[in-house]
């Protein structure tokens, strides 16, 4: 049994969901992009700011943040979209971007310090985010800002939790957690406030943004991503199983299909903090 600290969340992002997040980036950066411009003017990053990008992926937003700032870094755990990131900094010249695998909770850092900490969808999975975050917190400068972009609950994001279950016919769909590392993991206002606080921060503020989640341009192009991203769950079924989710998938996409895509309602905090 693994015992080290993010043990689980590193196996999995240089496993399967690593796997499926480098071939499917632009659908998932597609997914979430109606929150990009509130996130980026958040960050606000001028030519003389340091940026930190925490939980980087693959990459696209640390290099919108590249395009004003002076120096990013992004960090991630998954060597797979690390790799990815980097060439496509590569390809857009942005030399002035560096990535790096590293855990926030548990590996030396990158020099600071930094004027912005920032994540976009990358802050909910560790395992002890007071440490993660007072890590953060001392790689920053004296009224450095933090800003993340993170999911609310499972109630206002049903472009998860309607797939999810879906994807499980015969018993309860296992809902991630909202008090530990998964995608909710601060999903919860007052968990947020208490683990930011405790970290150092001062000032924090959460603003609700909702936005339609463009899960594919149409019922067979979601579908077919959710088959690749639930693979896991799909191949353990016996036929009769498979094909039972596989239409309960079909239906939920036909019933969210428009000229625009497939949309479901989703939500998320807008968090900014600061280092006093």
């Known amino acids: 049994m693994d015992t080290e600290p993010n043990a689980e969340q590193r196996a999995?992002?240089?496993?399967?969901?690593?796997?499926?997040w480098s071939e499917y980036a632009e659908h998932f950066e597609r997914g979430y992009a109606d929150f990009d411009a509130a996130y980026l003017a958040a960050v606000g990053a001028g030519a003389d700011d340091t940026v930190l990008d925490v939980g980087s992926g693959?990459?696209?937003l640390a290099l919108e943040i590249a395009a004003t700032a002076c120096r990013v870094v992004g960090v991630d755990v998954s060597v797979p979209l690390v790799e990815l990131a980097r060439r496509r900094a590569r390809a857009a010249g942005r030399g002035d971007a560096e990535f790096v695998v590293a855990d926030a909770q548990v590996d030396p850092l990158p020099e600071g310090p930094f004027d912005v900490v920032a994540s976009h969808f990358g802050?909910?999975?560790?395992?002890?985010p007071v440490t993660a975050f007072s890590a953060l917190f001392r790689v920053m400068r004296p009224e450095g800002r933090l800003v993340l972009l993170t999911w609310q609950g499972p109630e206002r994001n049903p472009w998860q939790v309607e797939v999810l279950r879906a994807l499980h016919p015969d018993r309860e769909a296992p809902?991630?957690?909202?008090?530990g590392p998964s995608p909710f993991g601060l999903s919860d206002a007052v968990r947020v406030r208490d683990v930011l606080g405790t970290a150092g921060f001062v000032d924090v503020d959460l603003e609700d943004l909702r936005a339609p989640h463009w899960s594919g341009a149409d019922p067979d192009d979601a579908l077919r991503f959710v088959v690749t991203h639930h693979a896991a769950v799909l191949d353990g079924y016996d036929e009769a199983t498979r094909a039972r989710a596989l239409d309960r998938l079909r239906g939920l996409f036909e019933a969210h299909d428009t000229p625009d895509g497939v949309l479901f309602?989703?939500?998320?905090?807008?968090?900014?903090?600061?280092?006093?």
Not at 12 to 20: I, L
Not at 175 to 179: G, K, Y
Not at 265 to 276: E, F, I, Y
């Open 175 to 179: 809902i991630p957690p909202t008090d």
């Open 123 to 128: 802050s909910m999975f560790f395992d002890d």
């Open 265 to 276: 309602d989703s939500a998320t905090w807008l968090v900014r903090a600061r280092r006093p």
């Open 58 to 60: 693959p990459g696209a």
């Open 12 to 20: 999995r992002w240089n496993g399967p969901s690593g796997s499926a």
